[in-house]
């Protein structure tokens, strides 16, 4: 009887350990997948710079011409992410933040926010998924506030970067977001940091203020729960950024990282 109830829990301790090590190498497969698959994305990024200025190929004219319009187009998002736009029309933009690991490209589904929560680009399954915006949230016209949701890997991808703005420090020395989009180059400078519970204050759901107050009173929510003062603002009429990611110490947690676009081309 002992020995029948011993080779059972070899059995059942046995399983328990392959079906573990499965687990593990499933996770760090992914992870290393996911990796390969957003530096393949960043390779199609064209880093050239805008054309400065417009080459002649006409004859000198014998008369003062007519003005016309430039032939060749303005330097637009397409021209930069053109290639990765072709390949999945869910994408939207692209995210970045200097001197972090955060570059990614930001998908938006409008019939379901979440597609991308355990999807890659391709749209294939990944615990990483792809930064995505709310489906509430509009890119042309933008909203006056743009939410874009990414995991807190412990592994350190995605927005797991995000955690380091819980100190001042870290803010001062990287102020700025940059998110690309469709209609346009932007860059946003950093208004609050805090943690919240997702039930307790529902900070995604101002996407268009209804008046100026309805604005400044949620400008002023998120800094009075700031971690710390910025020192910056936002007035009625500013274009916002809010990066959300889990946060592990209150249950359901959220950390919030408020931004206004001061940059737009």
Same mark, same amino acid.
């Given at each position: 009887?002992?020995?029948?109830?011993?080779?059972?829990?070899? #059995?059942?301790l046995?399983?328990?350990?392959?079906?573990?090590?499965?687990?593990?190498?499933?996770?760090?497969?992914?992870?290393?997948?996911?990796?390969?698959?957003f530096?393949?994305?960043?390779?199609?990024?064209?880093?050239?710079?805008?054309?400065?200025?417009?080459?002649?190929?006409?004859?000198?004219?014998?008369?003062?011409?007519?003005?016309?319009?430039?032939?060749?187009?303005?330097?637009?998002?397409?021209?930069?992410?053109?290639?990765?736009?072709a390949?999945?029309?869910?994408?939207?933009?692209?995210?970045?933040?200097?001197?972090?690991?955060?570059?990614?490209?930001?998908?938006?589904?409008?019939?379901?926010?979440?597609?991308?929560?355990?999807?890659?680009?391709?749209?294939?399954?990944?615990?990483?998924?792809?930064?995505?915006?709310?489906?509430?949230?509009?890119i042309?016209?933008?909203s006056?506030?743009?939410?874009?949701?990414?995991?807190?890997?412990n592994?350190?991808?995605?927005?797991?970067?995000?955690?380091?703005?819980?100190?001042?420090?870290?803010?001062?020395?990287?102020?700025?977001?940059?998110?690309?989009?469709?209609?346009?180059?932007?860059?946003?400078? #950093?208004?609050?940091?805090?943690?919240?519970?997702?039930?307790?204050?529902?900070?995604?759901?101002?996407?268009?203020?209804?008046?100026?107050?309805?604005?400044?009173?949620?400008?002023?929510?998120?800094?009075?729960?700031?971690?710390?003062?910025?020192? #910056?603002?936002?007035?009625?009429?500013?274009?916002?950024?809010?990066?959300?990611?889990?946060?592990?110490?209150?249950?359901?947690?959220?950390?919030v990282?408020?931004?206004?676009?001061?940059v737009?081309?």
């Open positions: 009887m002992k020995k029948a109830v011993f080779g059972g829990a070899v #059995i059942v046995s399983i328990l350990m392959l079906w573990s090590g499965f687990q593990i190498y499933s996770y760090y497969a992914d992870k290393r997948g996911s990796e390969n698959a530096q393949s994305l960043q390779l199609q990024i064209n880093t050239s710079e805008p054309p400065s200025e417009q080459p002649s190929t006409e004859l000198a004219p014998t008369a003062d011409p007519l003005p016309t319009e430039p032939t060749e187009p303005a330097w637009t998002p397409n021209d930069q992410y053109g290639t990765l736009f390949q999945n029309a869910d994408m939207i933009g692209w995210i970045a933040i200097a001197g972090t690991d955060i570059s990614y490209p930001v998908m938006q589904t409008p019939d379901n926010s979440d597609y991308y929560l355990k999807r890659n680009f391709d749209g294939e399954y990944s615990s990483h998924g792809v930064p995505y915006v709310d489906a509430t949230c509009s042309d016209p933008p006056d506030n743009i939410t874009v949701y990414g995991h807190h890997m592994d350190g991808t995605m927005f797991a970067d995000l955690d380091h703005y819980t100190e001042k420090s870290f803010f001062e020395a990287h102020p700025y977001i940059a998110f690309d989009t469709r209609a346009g180059f932007g860059t946003y400078q #950093i208004i609050a940091v805090f943690k919240v519970n997702a039930g307790e204050f529902a900070f995604d759901r101002m996407v268009d203020a209804g008046s100026e107050a309805e604005f400044d009173e949620y400008v002023r929510l998120c800094k009075s729960l700031a971690f710390y003062d910025t020192g #910056i603002s936002a007035s009625y009429g500013d274009a916002l950024l809010t990066l959300a990611t889990c946060e592990y110490t209150l249950k359901d947690g959220r950390l990282v408020l931004a206004k676009r001061v737009a081309q």
